[in-house]
């Protein structure tokens, strides 16, 4: 009889650690999987935001390139006309000064 108590509890500790040995084989597999996955994600998130990034830095250099241009142009006009006016002014004040006497 008392052979009958000592064997029940071994028997008993023998299938729960088997059952769990079983249960976090799978456990562990399918912790890997979501590992693999996760690392798919946080790839696919990286691209995203470089993408993303690189089409915001190209449109804003387009952009200041555009009004670099424009201001360009609008400072040489500003300085031809600065200087025809200062050719003419200059042109006015020795034409009589150049005259035969």
């Known amino acids: ?29 399918q912790d890997m999987k979501d590992a693999g996955t996760d690392t798919k994600n946080a790839v696919k998130n990286t691209g995203h935001g470089i ?11 387009k952009n200041g390139t555009e009004t670099a ?11 031809v006309h600065k200087a025809a006016h200062g050719t003419a002014k200059t042109a006015d004040k020795v034409e009589n000064k150049t005259t035969p006497n």
């Open 69 to 79: 241009a424009r201001k360009t142009k609008n400072g040489t006009k500003k300085v």
């Open 1 to 29: 009889m008392k052979s009958k108590w000592i064997v029940l509890p071994v028997v008993a500790a023998m299938l729960t650690f088997s059952a769990n040995a079983v249960s976090f084989a799978q456990t562990a597999k």
């Open 51 to 61: 993408a993303k990034g690189t089409k915001t830095a190209a449109r804003k250099t």
